[in-house]
């Protein structure tokens, strides 16, 4: 059977396993049965995706540093510490990860970077770090505190302010055992720093995230072809996983069917496709570390009114919150004008069901959830290099949910969306 043909949907259709959009035909087409265990022909066929990515280059992880230390000027900070996780990349390129044992760095407001590490991992240390950003590496024994050995580096790096910002995601006992050594000091909050770097993307930046929206969309398009009456999410949901490894990435998405839509993050109760059904895909892929976020939402079969109304309602609703989008106004006004067209239409307010139950939209990045968020209270101004998702979900319990996401950026235009819309209820993907 042609891929991605076109026609009206027959019984004798339904029978033999395809699945429509409201009247389009979307082929079955798998190696040999519709096994769970298959690779459906039409994922099989895709091509890597993976030539002409321009990675994040020395260069900009210096400049990158640099702002963080004019950063901390301002905010009076004489130094930060992270731990080898999302921001410890962002900086320096290397991930480490989190264990009972501190390893991270210190990033002075002057000077060179630091790396804090227990002694005998020293030599796997060194393999990763890149000297481009400093080649200090103060260790600990087993029997020495790693918080003595923060403070130290920050005294010899020289202090004006006597405050040590902490990363958000630092943990507890760590920030809580520098406190304890660092006397004299104030512990304080990075995010000042951390998010005032990370929250504003470049253009190697929203080029990374514009391959991993477009990955995306390659993944779901091939996934979605192999949608049929009798498919159980995990079938699903193991095709996008397929889809996305025959592009060249890691990926995968979350599949709600039927009334379990209308959890925005879904059930664990397992679930199968039938006629009729609502069924929505949310996930997305990373380049270079950069996330992409994309969420669709389709009948099997013919959708009835409701559904169509519901659809192009929360259509409406993504369309109001892009509309409001402007450089200076404080995002907070997105969500309320995605909000309002939900609730001008009958839904509840103040996130009560059904209606609208989370924010509009949040920030993306080297994370798929970061700052900041279009919610009621943010009053950020909307800045240039900014980007998010814009997801105004329509969640009706017992009934079926509607979520269209797609992630945007703010140029000096103004705000551009990474994928195109779903035009209608009928066709995912513009």
């Known amino acids: 059977m042609a891929q991605n043909r076109r026609s009206f949907l027959s019984m004798a259709a339904l029978s033999a396993g395809a699945v429509t959009f409201s009247g389009q035909l979307y082929g079955k087409s798998v190696q040999k049965t519709h096994s769970e265990f298959e690779i459906p022909t039409i994922i099989e066929n895709l091509s890597p995706m993976t030539d002409g990515i321009v990675p994040i280059t020395e260069a900009e992880r210096k400049q990158r540093i640099a702002k963080a230390q004019q950063l901390m000027d301002q905010h009076k900070i004489d ?97 809580d055992g520098v406190k304890k050594i660092a006397t004299g000091f104030d512990i304080v909050d990075a995010t000042p720093i951390t998010a005032g770097c990370r929250m504003y993307k470049t253009k190697t930046e929203l080029a990374l995230m514009q391959r991993a929206s477009d990955v995306t969309i390659e993944a779901y398009k091939a996934a979605f072809a192999t949608i049929r009456p009798g498919m159980s999410q995990t079938e699903l949901s193991n095709n996008i996983s397929a889809a996305f490894r025959k592009l060249g990435f890691s990926g995968g998405a979350s599949v709600q069917v039927g009334k379990y839509s209308a959890l925005p993050h879904g059930s664990i109760v397992p679930q199968t496709i039938h006629e009729g059904d609502v069924v929505m895909v949310d996930g997305g892929t990373s380049c270079e570390g950069y996330a992409s976020d994309i969420t669709r939402t389709i009948v099997v079969g013919k959708p009835t009114q409701r559904q169509i109304d519901v659809w192009n309602l929360e259509q409406e609703a993504q369309n109001a919150a892009f509309a409001a989008i402007k450089i200076g106004a404080a995002c907070e006004v997105v969500d309320a004008a995605a909000r309002a067209v939900i609730e001008n239409h009958g839904f509840n307010k103040n996130y009560k069901l059904p209606g609208l139950p989370h924010r509009t939209g949040h920030g993306i990045g080297l994370e798929g959830h970061e700052w900041t968020n279009f919610v009621k209270g943010n009053k950020t101004p909307i800045a240039v290099g900014m980007c998010f998702s814009d997801e105004p979900t329509i969640s009706i319990p017992g009934e079926f949910g509607i979520r269209l996401e797609d992630c945007l950026y703010i140029g000096e235009d103004g705000p551009h969306f990474f994928s195109k819309l779903s035009p209608s209820i009928e066709q995912p993907f513009g």
């Not at 320096?92 to 991992?121: D, L």
Request: proline residues 4%; charged residues 25%.
């Open 79 to 175: 130094a930060i510490f992270l731990e080898g996780t999302v921001s410890c990349y962002y900086f320096t390129g290397m991930r480490w990860g989190q264990s009972e044992r501190t390893f991270g760095i210190v990033i002075p407001a002057k000077g060179s970077i630091s790396y804090i590490c227990p002694k005998f991992e020293e030599d796997r240390a060194m393999e990763l770090i890149n000297p481009a950003f400093g080649t200090e590496v103060r260790c600990w024994e087993e029997h020495e505190s790693p918080y003595a050995v923060i403070v130290g580096v920050i005294k010899d790096k020289g202090v004006k302010h006597n405050r040590i910002g902490m990363e958000e995601r630092v943990r507890f006992f760590i920030a």
